[in-house]
């Protein structure tokens, strides 16, 4: 599929999409046939509704087709809502077999025109996504061009062409992430994530380093190969560096992704339901992956290091077990109550390495920690530890831009004693409710006096629904919200929007 600009969507001569607010009356020039608006309003046909889509054959003098797309109030726009419009109505152009879709631009009080244009690429991409590669018989697209008129939004040529390429970039590496996150376990092992990041650094421009067991044992990773050691498939340390400010190389900013490509818990076995999605506890990797890709692809003026200690949760003979006390990198010592509560051990050897030894001056995780904050937040929001007010800021600005949820959970000093042990310097598995708190909180222990967050995708990595934007797995979440964190951070900004 292509997407174009073009420079009138009313005069051109594929079928047409027009975004219509409940308070408006008109659809622009095209209603050519008077009053076609208020008659459809009267009639009660179609309204402008929020997501209401109504299809009219014909509209003045011209055949084409024209789908009309309600978009609700004008007041109660934002970006995730226009994405997910423009999702819904790709979804329609599919199901109407268009083969080519001109669509007319809108403003929206208050709401920055870069950005709609870039939801509205993002929208109809991310809406055309399928993960078919085991099936015979592909999804097929019938919409091969897609022409976006951007003068509803006054936005210049030059401005307009910047928002399609960020927009499409930012929509391929979300797919990237979620093909990632969709590969089941027995293809995306290990070693094959490694290959697949190598691959995206040599595409778009960041260098990939990757540590085999022997380096990972050298740097005395234990924590990390611990939980690796009951698998056949071995744990490899991915590094990713991207130099894009070389004149303020002491600026780095730092992402570490989750990346077990299986976690079946360990001898603290999961139960047999829902095990088969634990394919996704990778969901972390693969938007760092995605994130560095975009960075990288858009040459933001950033210096990012991102790394992933990857490895599979399983059960054998070597594995380890509850009661176990193992060592970190860092040199704290960690009692583990439940193998199941593995993430925070590979991270927090992933954390220390990144700022010890990358000197990275900011540091960001992004895991599938908990099940706890599926219940505190559901599928719709993701869970966040912060302990800087002012990189909690950068976040807050980037998820704006995004368009992903995030929300703030305290971490006041009482829930620190939740990670106590009798035996150990700290206790994998927190005590006393709040689990995503206390899983935050134990990674805390690992990063310092340097600015910190921490973002729990458990909810918001993988979708049961195909509504939208979104397809059943995968979300690829993150990967947009990390790129605009670097580009908040970057010499230079949006120069559009703050
Ligand atoms: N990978 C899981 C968390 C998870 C749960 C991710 C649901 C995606 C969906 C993590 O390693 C885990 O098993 N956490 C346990 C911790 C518990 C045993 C304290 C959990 O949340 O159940
Ligand atoms: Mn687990
Ligand atoms: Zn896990």
Redesign the pocket.
Known sequence: MKINLMDDAFKGSNALLVGVFEECNCVGCCDKAQGLLTQLKESGRFNGNYGEIYTVNGVGEQPREVILLGLGKEKDLNITKVQNLFGKAFKKAQELKLKALDIASFKVEGLCTFRILKAMVEGVMLANYSFDTYKAEKSKCTVEEINIDPSGLELDNEKAEKALKEGMTLAINTMLARDLVNEPSNVLTPTELSERAKAQGEKCGFEVEVFDKEKITELGMRAFLAVGQASYNEPKFIVMRYVGDPGNRDEIVGFVGKG?TF?S?GY?L?PSAGMQ??K??MAGAAAVIGAMSSIAEMKLQVNVTAVVASCENLISGGGYKPGDIIKSMAGKTIEVA?T????RLTLVDAIHYIISKEKVTKVLDIA?????V?SALGKITTGVLANDDEFYGVLESAAKKSGEKIWRLPIFEEYKECNHSDVADLHN??VGGA?TIT?GLFLGEFVGNTPWLHLDI?GT??ANSTAECQSKGGTGVGVRTLYYIARNLSQKSCETCK
């Open positions: 077990l976690d818990g603290s999961k999605d634990m996704s506890d439940n199941d509560c593995e993430g599938t920690l908990t099940g706890a599926l598995q927190g689990g899983a458990a990595g993988w």
